[in-house]
Protein backbone atom coordinates (compact mmCIF):
# COMPACT_ATOMS: atom_id res chain seq x y z
CA UNK A 1 0.00 0.00 0.00
CA UNK A 2 1.32 3.51 -0.61
CA UNK A 3 1.96 6.24 1.55
CA UNK A 4 -0.65 8.32 -0.77
CA UNK A 5 -3.56 5.71 -0.21
CA UNK A 6 -2.33 5.50 3.57
CA UNK A 7 -2.81 9.33 3.82
CA UNK A 8 -6.24 9.63 1.74
CA UNK A 9 -7.75 6.93 4.20
CA UNK A 10 -6.02 8.93 7.09
CA UNK A 11 -7.70 12.32 5.74
CA UNK A 12 -11.26 10.36 5.35
CA UNK A 13 -11.19 8.85 8.67
CA UNK A 14 -9.94 12.31 10.37
CA UNK A 15 -12.30 14.37 8.34
CA UNK A 16 -16.11 11.69 9.31
CA UNK A 17 -14.68 11.41 12.97
CA UNK A 18 -14.71 15.11 12.55
CA UNK A 19 -17.92 15.62 11.46
CA UNK A 20 -19.47 13.16 13.96
CA UNK A 21 -18.01 14.95 16.65
CA UNK A 22 -19.31 18.36 15.33
CA UNK A 23 -22.97 16.67 14.97
CA UNK A 24 -22.97 15.65 18.70
CA UNK A 25 -21.35 19.09 20.05
CA UNK A 26 -23.66 20.75 18.35
CA UNK A 27 -27.34 19.12 19.23
CA UNK A 28 -29.74 20.70 20.48
CA UNK A 29 -29.07 24.03 17.82
CA UNK A 30 -31.48 22.81 14.99
CA UNK A 31 -30.49 24.02 11.83
CA UNK A 32 -27.14 25.26 12.94
CA UNK A 33 -25.44 21.75 13.25
CA UNK A 34 -26.86 20.75 9.69
CA UNK A 35 -25.66 24.01 8.63
CA UNK A 36 -21.78 23.51 10.19
CA UNK A 37 -21.88 19.84 9.31
CA UNK A 38 -22.46 20.46 5.83
CA UNK A 39 -20.30 23.24 5.54
CA UNK A 40 -17.62 20.62 6.99
CA UNK A 41 -18.22 18.14 4.69
CA UNK A 42 -18.37 20.11 1.83
CA UNK A 43 -15.07 21.24 2.29
CA UNK A 44 -13.45 17.92 3.07
CA UNK A 45 -14.02 17.20 -0.42
CA UNK A 46 -12.42 19.32 -2.21
CA UNK A 47 -9.72 18.92 -1.43
CA UNK A 48 -9.45 15.12 -2.72
CA UNK A 49 -10.85 16.18 -5.96
CA UNK A 50 -8.35 19.07 -6.26
CA UNK A 51 -5.92 17.19 -8.77
CA UNK A 52 -8.68 15.46 -10.71
CA UNK A 53 -11.69 17.23 -10.50
CA UNK A 54 -10.47 20.87 -10.98
CA UNK A 55 -8.93 21.98 -14.22
CA UNK A 56 -7.41 25.32 -15.51
CA UNK A 57 -6.47 28.10 -13.85
CA UNK A 58 -9.55 30.51 -13.37
CA UNK A 59 -10.51 32.27 -10.36
CA UNK A 60 -13.11 29.93 -9.38
CA UNK A 61 -10.52 27.10 -9.48
CA UNK A 62 -7.80 28.79 -7.36
CA UNK A 63 -10.47 29.96 -4.65
CA UNK A 64 -11.37 26.46 -4.71
CA UNK A 65 -7.72 25.07 -4.15
CA UNK A 66 -6.82 27.78 -1.22
CA UNK A 67 -10.45 26.93 0.46
CA UNK A 68 -9.36 22.97 0.09
CA UNK A 69 -5.85 23.19 0.85
CA UNK A 70 -6.75 26.08 4.11
CA UNK A 71 -9.20 22.98 5.17
CA UNK A 72 -6.28 21.08 5.75
CA UNK A 73 -4.66 23.40 8.27
CA UNK A 74 -8.08 24.07 10.12
CA UNK A 75 -8.52 20.52 10.75
CA UNK A 76 -5.08 19.57 11.93
CA UNK A 77 -4.93 22.75 14.33
CA UNK A 78 -9.61 22.24 15.59
CA UNK A 79 -7.81 18.37 16.38
CA UNK A 80 -4.92 20.17 18.45
CA UNK A 81 -7.25 22.68 20.17
CA UNK A 82 -9.90 19.74 20.61
CA UNK A 83 -7.32 17.46 22.45
CA UNK A 84 -6.16 20.30 24.33
CA UNK A 85 -9.45 20.51 25.44
CA UNK A 86 -10.05 16.82 25.79
CA UNK A 87 -6.91 16.78 28.45
CA UNK A 88 -8.57 19.76 30.15
CA UNK A 89 -12.33 18.32 30.50
CA UNK A 90 -10.40 15.30 31.86
CA UNK A 91 -8.17 16.58 34.49
CA UNK A 92 -11.35 19.09 35.56
CA UNK A 93 -13.01 15.49 36.12
CA UNK A 94 -10.44 14.38 38.83
CA UNK A 95 -9.17 18.06 40.22
CA UNK A 96 -12.77 20.09 40.16
CA UNK A 97 -10.97 23.38 38.72
CA UNK A 98 -14.15 24.41 37.30
CA UNK A 99 -17.79 23.40 38.61
CA UNK A 100 -20.55 23.04 35.85
CA UNK A 101 -24.07 22.47 36.89
CA UNK A 102 -26.05 20.39 34.25
CA UNK A 103 -28.32 23.00 33.04
CA UNK A 104 -25.42 24.94 31.65
CA UNK A 105 -23.15 22.56 30.23
CA UNK A 106 -24.87 23.35 26.64
CA UNK A 107 -23.76 26.85 26.77
CA UNK A 108 -20.06 25.46 27.89
CA UNK A 109 -19.68 22.93 24.53
CA UNK A 110 -21.25 25.60 22.64
CA UNK A 111 -18.60 27.94 23.63
CA UNK A 112 -15.90 24.94 23.44
CA UNK A 113 -16.93 24.20 19.88
CA UNK A 114 -16.69 28.45 18.68
CA UNK A 115 -13.70 28.49 20.67
CA UNK A 116 -11.70 25.88 19.28
CA UNK A 117 -12.98 27.14 15.63
CA UNK A 118 -12.01 30.30 16.26
CA UNK A 119 -8.31 29.45 17.51
CA UNK A 120 -8.08 27.24 14.79
CA UNK A 121 -8.75 29.83 12.13
CA UNK A 122 -7.21 32.34 13.97
CA UNK A 123 -3.49 29.76 13.68
CA UNK A 124 -4.34 29.13 10.26
CA UNK A 125 -4.77 32.80 9.17
CA UNK A 126 -1.47 33.79 11.18
CA UNK A 127 0.31 30.79 9.21
CA UNK A 128 -1.01 32.35 5.99
CA UNK A 129 0.47 35.81 7.14
CA UNK A 130 3.62 34.06 7.89
CA UNK A 131 4.14 33.03 4.53
CA UNK A 132 3.86 36.52 2.71
CA UNK A 133 6.77 37.48 4.79
CA UNK A 134 10.13 35.51 3.11
CA UNK A 135 13.42 36.02 5.10
CA UNK A 136 16.70 36.16 3.61
CA UNK A 137 19.32 34.29 5.51
CA UNK A 138 22.79 35.06 4.75
CA UNK A 139 25.29 32.90 5.24
CA UNK A 140 29.41 33.41 5.38
CA UNK A 141 31.81 30.06 3.98
CA UNK A 142 35.17 29.77 3.73
CA UNK A 143 36.09 29.57 0.32
CA UNK A 144 38.67 25.92 0.01
CA UNK A 145 42.21 27.08 -1.02
CA UNK A 146 42.60 28.12 -4.46
CA UNK A 147 38.54 28.77 -5.15
CA UNK A 148 37.86 32.72 -5.65
CA UNK A 149 35.13 34.72 -3.59
CA UNK A 150 31.33 34.47 -4.89
CA UNK A 151 27.73 35.06 -3.88
CA UNK A 152 25.29 32.21 -4.48
CA UNK A 153 21.22 32.64 -3.60
CA UNK A 154 19.72 29.47 -3.55
CA UNK A 155 15.74 28.68 -3.10
CA UNK A 156 14.11 25.08 -2.63
CA UNK A 157 10.26 24.38 -2.61
CA UNK A 158 8.46 27.39 -4.62
CA UNK A 159 5.89 25.23 -5.57
CA UNK A 160 4.50 27.48 -7.88
CA UNK A 161 1.11 27.09 -9.67
CA UNK A 162 -2.42 27.47 -8.30
CA UNK A 163 -1.33 28.89 -4.47
CA UNK A 164 1.81 30.49 -5.28
CA UNK A 165 1.54 32.50 -7.98
CA UNK A 166 3.81 34.54 -10.52
CA UNK A 167 3.70 37.42 -8.88
CA UNK A 168 4.72 35.92 -5.45
CA UNK A 169 7.82 34.50 -7.17
CA UNK A 170 8.16 38.25 -8.53
CA UNK A 171 8.32 39.52 -5.02
CA UNK A 172 11.14 37.04 -3.97
CA UNK A 173 12.97 38.32 -7.54
CA UNK A 174 12.65 41.95 -5.55
CA UNK A 175 14.49 40.37 -2.62
CA UNK A 176 17.02 38.58 -4.69
CA UNK A 177 18.15 41.67 -7.07
CA UNK A 178 19.80 43.62 -4.71
CA UNK A 179 21.96 40.84 -3.62
CA UNK A 180 23.75 40.75 -6.70
CA UNK A 181 24.63 36.63 -6.80
CA UNK A 182 26.82 35.28 -9.20
CA UNK A 183 25.28 32.50 -8.72
CA UNK A 184 21.17 31.70 -8.68
CA UNK A 185 20.01 27.29 -8.14
CA UNK A 186 17.18 26.27 -7.21
CA UNK A 187 16.83 22.93 -5.17
CA UNK A 188 13.94 21.45 -6.52
CA UNK A 189 9.96 21.62 -5.93
CA UNK A 190 10.13 24.41 -8.33
CA UNK A 191 6.68 23.47 -10.07
CA UNK A 192 3.53 21.83 -8.37
CA UNK A 193 0.67 21.68 -10.52
CA UNK A 194 1.19 22.45 -14.47
CA UNK A 195 -2.76 24.54 -14.60
CA UNK A 196 -0.94 27.31 -12.25
CA UNK A 197 2.40 27.41 -13.67
CA UNK A 198 3.12 30.29 -16.18
CA UNK A 199 6.93 30.23 -17.81
CA UNK A 200 6.99 33.22 -19.66
CA UNK A 201 6.01 35.25 -15.91
CA UNK A 202 8.68 33.37 -14.57
CA UNK A 203 11.14 33.90 -16.96
CA UNK A 204 10.62 37.53 -17.06
CA UNK A 205 11.11 37.91 -13.51
CA UNK A 206 14.62 36.18 -13.89
CA UNK A 207 15.56 38.03 -16.68
CA UNK A 208 15.86 41.01 -13.94
CA UNK A 209 18.41 39.08 -12.33
CA UNK A 210 21.17 37.58 -14.71
CA UNK A 211 23.79 36.20 -12.57
CA UNK A 212 27.02 35.89 -14.73
CA UNK A 213 27.13 31.90 -13.91
CA UNK A 214 23.16 31.66 -14.51
CA UNK A 215 20.85 30.00 -13.56
CA UNK A 216 20.72 26.19 -12.81
CA UNK A 217 18.13 23.85 -10.94
CA UNK A 218 17.81 20.22 -9.94
CA UNK A 219 14.13 18.15 -10.14
CA UNK A 220 12.43 17.40 -6.66
CA UNK A 221 10.12 14.92 -6.25
CA UNK A 222 6.99 17.27 -7.20
CA UNK A 223 8.28 17.81 -11.00
CA UNK A 224 7.11 14.16 -11.31
CA UNK A 225 3.91 14.14 -9.08
CA UNK A 226 2.85 17.28 -11.32
CA UNK A 227 3.09 15.15 -13.99
CA UNK A 228 6.05 14.20 -16.64
CA UNK A 229 9.40 15.12 -15.17
CA UNK A 230 10.65 15.86 -18.96
CA UNK A 231 7.64 18.23 -19.78
CA UNK A 232 8.44 19.69 -16.36
CA UNK A 233 12.16 19.91 -16.94
CA UNK A 234 10.89 21.41 -20.49
CA UNK A 235 8.81 24.33 -18.73
CA UNK A 236 11.80 25.37 -16.43
CA UNK A 237 14.33 25.74 -19.55
CA UNK A 238 11.48 28.08 -20.75
CA UNK A 239 11.46 29.88 -17.39
CA UNK A 240 15.07 30.18 -17.82
CA UNK A 241 16.22 27.80 -15.70
CA UNK A 242 18.59 25.48 -17.27
CA UNK A 243 18.07 21.52 -15.38
CA UNK A 244 20.58 19.45 -14.57
CA UNK A 245 19.22 15.99 -13.91
CA UNK A 246 22.14 13.54 -12.85
CA UNK A 247 24.38 15.82 -14.76
CA UNK A 248 27.37 18.26 -14.00
CA UNK A 249 28.86 21.15 -15.39
CA UNK A 250 31.83 23.47 -15.39
CA UNK A 251 31.66 27.15 -14.84
CA UNK A 252 34.00 29.53 -15.08
CA UNK A 253 37.73 29.40 -15.23
CA UNK A 254 40.96 29.19 -13.72
CA UNK A 255 39.86 30.31 -9.87
CA UNK A 256 36.46 30.86 -10.16
CA UNK A 257 36.03 27.49 -11.69
CA UNK A 258 32.69 25.64 -10.25
CA UNK A 259 32.22 22.21 -10.92
CA UNK A 260 27.88 22.07 -10.62
CA UNK A 261 26.12 18.88 -10.11
CA UNK A 262 22.59 18.38 -10.16
CA UNK A 263 20.89 15.08 -9.14
CA UNK A 264 17.54 13.64 -10.31
CA UNK A 265 15.66 13.73 -7.53
CA UNK A 266 15.01 9.84 -5.47
CA UNK A 267 11.37 10.01 -7.54
CA UNK A 268 12.74 8.71 -11.02
CA UNK A 269 12.96 5.60 -8.86
CA UNK A 270 9.48 4.99 -7.80
CA UNK A 271 7.78 6.79 -10.71
CA UNK A 272 9.78 5.63 -13.48
CA UNK A 273 11.65 2.32 -12.17
CA UNK A 274 15.09 3.90 -12.68
CA UNK A 275 17.95 4.08 -10.52
CA UNK A 276 19.73 7.04 -9.81
CA UNK A 277 23.26 8.26 -11.09
CA UNK A 278 26.21 7.30 -8.35
CA UNK A 279 27.70 10.79 -8.01
CA UNK A 280 31.46 8.79 -8.83
CA UNK A 281 29.49 8.35 -12.12
CA UNK A 282 28.95 11.96 -12.74
CA UNK A 283 31.94 13.10 -11.58
CA UNK A 284 34.04 10.34 -14.08
CA UNK A 285 32.71 12.83 -16.96
CA UNK A 286 34.70 15.25 -15.38
CA UNK A 287 38.16 14.86 -15.76
CA UNK A 288 39.38 17.82 -13.74
CA UNK A 289 37.03 16.96 -10.83
CA UNK A 290 39.28 15.34 -7.99
CA UNK A 291 41.63 18.79 -8.52
CA UNK A 292 38.63 21.18 -8.78
CA UNK A 293 38.12 22.30 -4.95
CA UNK A 294 34.88 24.32 -5.84
CA UNK A 295 32.07 21.28 -6.25
CA UNK A 296 28.19 22.21 -5.64
CA UNK A 297 26.03 19.79 -5.61
CA UNK A 298 22.14 20.89 -5.68
CA UNK A 299 19.97 17.09 -4.29
CA UNK A 300 16.55 18.29 -3.22
CA UNK A 301 15.88 15.47 -0.65
CA UNK A 302 18.87 15.64 1.73
CA UNK A 303 19.53 11.89 2.87
CA UNK A 304 22.46 10.08 2.71
CA UNK A 305 24.16 13.02 3.41
CA UNK A 306 27.68 10.79 3.13
CA UNK A 307 27.44 10.62 -0.41
CA UNK A 308 28.39 14.29 -0.89
CA UNK A 309 31.31 14.28 1.76
CA UNK A 310 32.57 11.30 0.65
CA UNK A 311 32.75 12.39 -3.45
CA UNK A 312 34.42 14.84 -2.04
CA UNK A 313 31.40 18.04 -2.16
CA UNK A 314 32.44 21.58 -1.01
CA UNK A 315 28.93 22.30 -0.54
CA UNK A 316 25.38 20.44 -0.68
CA UNK A 317 22.17 22.67 -1.56
CA UNK A 318 18.84 20.47 -0.27
CA UNK A 319 15.19 21.15 0.10
CA UNK A 320 12.16 19.13 0.41
CA UNK A 321 11.32 18.97 4.67
CA UNK A 322 10.13 22.50 4.67
CA UNK A 323 10.88 22.31 8.47
CA UNK A 324 7.66 20.29 9.04
CA UNK A 325 5.64 23.78 7.57
CA UNK A 326 2.86 23.28 10.02
CA UNK A 327 3.50 22.53 13.79
CA UNK A 328 4.26 19.77 14.93
CA UNK A 329 5.21 18.26 11.57
CA UNK A 330 8.51 19.76 12.58
CA UNK A 331 9.50 17.23 15.10
CA UNK A 332 8.96 14.70 12.20
CA UNK A 333 10.93 15.90 9.60
CA UNK A 334 13.38 16.62 12.71
CA UNK A 335 13.30 12.44 13.41
CA UNK A 336 13.57 11.89 9.83
CA UNK A 337 16.58 13.60 8.16
CA UNK A 338 19.78 13.94 9.57
CA UNK A 339 19.25 18.09 9.00
CA UNK A 340 16.00 18.60 7.93
CA UNK A 341 16.83 22.34 7.79
CA UNK A 342 19.77 24.62 8.63
CA UNK A 343 23.34 24.35 8.32
CA UNK A 344 25.38 21.44 9.07
CA UNK A 345 28.86 20.01 8.46
CA UNK A 346 30.66 16.60 7.70
CA UNK A 347 34.31 16.86 7.44
CA UNK A 348 35.12 19.49 4.80
CA UNK A 349 31.37 19.56 3.05
CA UNK A 350 29.10 22.12 3.73
CA UNK A 351 25.42 21.73 3.90
CA UNK A 352 21.91 23.81 3.89
CA UNK A 353 18.81 22.40 3.80
CA UNK A 354 16.04 24.88 3.21
CA UNK A 355 12.65 25.20 4.44
CA UNK A 356 11.39 26.42 1.04
CA UNK A 357 10.78 29.73 -0.35
CA UNK A 358 6.93 28.71 -0.90
CA UNK A 359 4.34 26.04 0.52
CA UNK A 360 2.58 22.91 -0.42
CA UNK A 361 -0.75 22.12 0.02
CA UNK A 362 -2.13 25.16 2.59
CA UNK A 363 -0.72 28.15 2.05
CA UNK A 364 0.28 28.17 5.62
CA UNK A 365 3.59 28.08 7.54
CA UNK A 366 3.84 27.66 11.52
CA UNK A 367 7.57 26.85 11.91
CA UNK A 368 9.98 29.17 10.65
CA UNK A 369 9.99 31.09 7.52
CA UNK A 370 9.60 30.90 4.35
CA UNK A 371 13.09 31.81 3.33
CA UNK A 372 15.78 32.59 0.58
CA UNK A 373 19.20 31.27 1.00
CA UNK A 374 22.53 33.96 0.04
CA UNK A 375 25.75 32.20 0.54
CA UNK A 376 28.93 34.07 0.33
CA UNK A 377 31.95 31.97 -0.60
CA UNK A 378 34.51 33.93 1.53
CA UNK A 379 38.42 33.81 1.86
CA UNK A 380 39.03 32.51 5.58
CA UNK A 381 40.70 35.26 6.62
CA UNK A 382 37.11 37.31 5.85
CA UNK A 383 35.17 35.06 8.44
Avoid at 59 to 88: E, P, Q
Avoid at 230 to 242: A, F, N, T, V, Y
Avoid at 281 to 304: C, E, G, R, V, W
Avoid at 306 to 322: I, K, N, P, R, V
Wanted: glycine content about 8%; overall charge neutral; charged content about 15%.
Amino acid sequence: MSIFLVLKWLYFFINVGLVLRLYVALRGTGAVRVLVCSLAIAASLIFPFLRTGIEGNGLGARVLTFIGTFWLSFVLHTLIAWALVGIFCFLNGRFHWLVISPENLPRWRYAACAGIAATAALLSFAGWVNTQLPVVREVKLAAPAGAAPFRIVALSDTHLGRLVSPAYFSSLVDLIEPLTPDLVLFAGDIIDDYDGYDAAAIHASLQRLAPRFGVWAALGNHEYIAGDPLRSRDLLEKSGIRVLRDQGVELGEGKEKILLVGRDDRSIERFLKQPRKPLSAILAAFPNAASTPMKILIDHQPFHLEEAQEAGFYLQLSGHTHNGQIFPFNFIVGHLYENAHGYSRRGATHYWVSSGAGTWGPRIRTTGRTEILAIDIVPETAN
